[in-house]
Nanobody, 113 residues
Framework: QVQLVESGGGLVQPGGSLRLSCAASGSIGSFYTMGWYRQAPGKRRELVASITGGSTNYADSVKGRFTISRDNAKNMYLQMNSLKPDDTAVYYC?????????WGQGTQVTVSS
């Protein structure tokens, strides 16, 4: 059984930075695609960034501001710079491969002055 645990969320002022972490436990390999999603109140969950091997993908709204990284099969990060109020959401860690799909419990990110 795979478990994903996010950390690093919090309250930050506009223009500030946060670094989210996702720690995976259980049977998860480097061939899994891992990603960060977010869901703001009243909105659908959306993909923020994903990483598969050395390949990364970003939503247009975060390109140039967010960086996704992975230091092994089980740890993933999201460096968020130049944060905007529109980035306020619950951020979720995801890992998937074929029909395997796992989610973390989410971490709140609030960007406000």
């Amino acid at each position: 059984q795979v478990q994903l645990v996010e950390s690093g969320g919090g309250l930050v002022q506009p223009g500030g930075s946060l670094r989210l972490s996702c720690a995976a436990s259980g049977s998860i390999g480097s061939f899994y695609t891992m990603g960060w999603y977010r869901q703001a109140p009243g909105k659908r969950r959306e993909l923020v960034a994903s990483i598969t091997g050395g390949s990364t993908n970003y939503a247009d709204s975060v390109k140039g501001r967010f960086t996704i990284s992975r230091d092994n099969a089980k740890n993933m990060y999201l460096q968020m710079n130049s944060l905007k109020p529109d980035d306020t959401a619950v951020y979720y860690c995801n890992a998937h491969w074929t029909f395997y799909d796992f989610w973390g419990q989410g971490t709140q990110v609030t960007v406000s002055s």
